[in-house]
Nanobody, 120 residues
């Protein structure tokens, strides 16, 4: 199983960006999905999460600006980021609890990060 994050880049403050995370491999089901971010020298922090049923939670710093969603048919998860601020600059990682068809065990997976830079 692999998680491939994409959609990062350089964006001006106030603009929007959408990150995608595509899961591939022998997937039986994807349970909870999370987006984290990390700034060099700081701990990785949870940005947003979404359950199988669509319940969401957000870090206080992004509430009202970011929206997490998922397309279960495509095994793809998204993070819509609006009204971006310079302090949102970080490497963003997707993370998911996945049951594979190989052994039907629930395991946690991380994707490689995608860099988001918010700067004028």
């Amino acid at each position: 199983v692999q998680l491939q994050a994409s959609g990062g880049g350089l964006v001006q403050p106030g603009r929007s960006l959408r990150l995608s995370c595509a899961a591939s491999g022998s997937i039986f089901s994807i349970n909870i999905v999370n987006w984290y971010r990390q700034v060099p020298g700081r701990q990785r922090e949870l940005v947003a999460g979404i359950t199988t049923r669509g319940s969401t939670n957000y870090a206080d710093s992004v509430k009202g600006r970011f929206t997490i969603s998922r397309d279960n048919a495509k095994n793809t998860m998204y993070l819509q980021m609006n009204s971006l601020k310079p302090e949102d600059t970080a490497v963003y990682y997707c993370n998911a609890d996945i049951i594979t068809t190989s052994d039907y065990r629930l395991m946690n997976y991380w994707g490689k990060g995608t860099l988001v830079t918010v700067s004028s």
